[in-house]
């Protein structure tokens, strides 16, 4: 529930141009592991398995790290 709640106030800000963003090269396997991991927990605890697949670990992006994070993790 709080991550919608955080989405949605990001959405109030990104209308009103007040979203501040801070972008910066960004190793993209980084993020998605971090996510996964967070994720695999929620799973075991729900009877479910969470697998990753194979990822590119040079894929880089200048983004802000906690964009791609929400993104991800959506």
Do not use: F, W
């Amino acid at each position: 529930l709080q991550a919608m709640l955080d989405d949605l106030l990001d959405l109030a800000r990104v209308q009103a141009g007040a979203l501040k963003l801070e972008p910066r090269p960004v190793i993209v396997s980084d993020i998605v592991q971090k996510v996964t991991s967070a994720l695999e927990v929620q799973a075991q605890e729900t009877g479910l398995s969470l697998r990753l697949g194979e990822i590119d670990g040079s894929a880089e992006l200048t983004i802000d790290p906690h964009v791609l994070e929400r993104v991800v993790y959506n």
